[in-house]
């Protein structure tokens, strides 16, 4: 071996030594990035909520010409203009009008912020209140696990949407003084479904967990004083995290289809309030005159679900420890 040959050789040893390791964070993106569609939803989905929050509030800064009122009025709220019914997309109105006169686009902007909040509301407390649920249930075993999985197994044989249209039914009139009406049946909407939509994570959480709680850091945190709730809080359910974010991903998808199914109803957020569910209800008689009120918040409801299921998958892929580094 010649001398240059024992020379690159020590300076591989020492680049092993001295390298620093790629950050997970760092990993897991570059394989997201490998998914084309994820990626292009996730820049998507970042427009999207950029656009919804700060659009109406620009929008507000710009005027438009009322017919009725022959004057310019700011689009600061859903002004009513019966002289401008079922508009044809314009300069004045970007998207057309609605039967009431009412900008669509500023309304569609206003109902992607209701809808996209109840989403996340109802993603983030029922991913939460799941994992934690099943992380308790996987810890512990015995008849803690045995209760919480009956429990588990009643709520996923309720048929689902005739429940959801009776319990709003119910709570549609219910008010909470303090909040506006509009996010009272909010609140409303994100309990029934945050109610129905833990379980998922709660069986995700529980399997995770029972494939850890033997395992020798397990019987180190215990030899140490951990008591379970901080075992469970800072070991078992960070372990979990991976399989609850694909899950919570494509539960926003889900989530917006069922706010929408039950505004459509007439069963969820009621008008004048919009969501892009509501904005659907009154459109069947203006299918052939106006169709553009309805293909406009169902291509938003479609295409954002679309991007969500995609973004779900990417991070599967992406998060998927079997996978090469």
Same mark, same amino acid.
């Given at each position: 071996?010649? #001398?240059?040959? $024992? ?16 950050? !997970?964070?760092?990993? /897991?993106?570059?394989? =997201? ?9 996730? #820049?998507?989905? @970042?427009? +999207? ?9 620009? !929008?507000?800064?710009?005027?438009? /010409? ?25 300069? %004045?109105?970007? =998207? ?9 686009? /500023?309304?569609? =902007? ?45 709520? $996923? ?5 005739? +429940? ?23 609140? #409303? ?17 529980? @399997?995770?967990?029972? %494939? ?13 004083? +951990? %008591? ?71 291509? !938003?409801?479609?295409?954002? #679900?679309?991007?969500?299921? /995609? ?15």
């Amino acid at each position: 071996m010649t #001398v240059t040959q $024992i020379d690159l050789d020590a300076l591989q040893e020492d680049a092993l030594f001295t390298s620093k390791p790629e950050s !997970m964070l760092k990993i /897991y993106w570059t394989r =997201l990035q490998r998914h084309r569609l994820a990626t292009m939803s996730l #820049v998507f989905l @970042g427009i +999207l909520v950029l656009t919804v929050g700060f659009g109406p509030l620009i !929008m507000q800064q710009f005027t438009y /010409y009322n017919v009725s009122k022959d004057e310019y009025l700011p689009y600061a709220r859903d002004t009513q203009d019966l002289l401008s019914r079922n508009a044809a997309p314009s300069s %004045s109105h970007p =998207l057309g009008t609605d039967e009431l006169g009412r900008d669509i686009l /500023y309304r569609l =902007l206003v109902a992607g912020q209701l809808s996209l909040v109840i989403a996340f509301s109802v993603t983030i407390l029922s991913e939460t209140f799941g994992t934690f649920l099943g992380a308790v249930s996987g810890f512990y075993a015995g008849w803690v696990d045995a209760v919480i999985q009956r429990i588990v197994e009643f709520i $996923i044989i309720l048929p689902t949407l005739p +429940l959801l249209l009776v319990l709003s039914a119910f709570l549609r009139d219910f008010n909470i003084e303090a909040i506006p009406p509009e996010w009272s049946q909010a609140i #409303v909407l994100i309990a029934i479904l945050t109610g129905l939509g833990w379980t998922g994570s709660c069986r995700l959480s529980r @399997g995770m967990v029972l %494939s850890l709680r033997n395992q020798e850091f397990t019987e180190a945190s215990r030899a140490l004083g +951990l %008591s379970d709730f901080k075992i469970i809080v800072r070991h078992m359910m960070p372990n979990a995290i991976p399989p609850i974010i694909v899950n919570a991903t494509l539960s926003l998808g889900l989530v917006i289809l069922a706010e929408s199914s039950l505004s459509f109803l007439g069963f969820g957020i009621q008008q004048p309030v919009a969501t892009w569910g509501n904005m659907l209800q009154d459109v069947q008689k203006d299918m052939f005159t106006a169709p553009w009120k309805a293909l406009i918040p169902g291509a !938003m409801i479609f295409i954002t #679900v679309l991007a969500f299921n /995609y973004l779900g998958d990417g991070l599967r892929d992406a998060l998927d420890p079997r996978l090469k580094l």
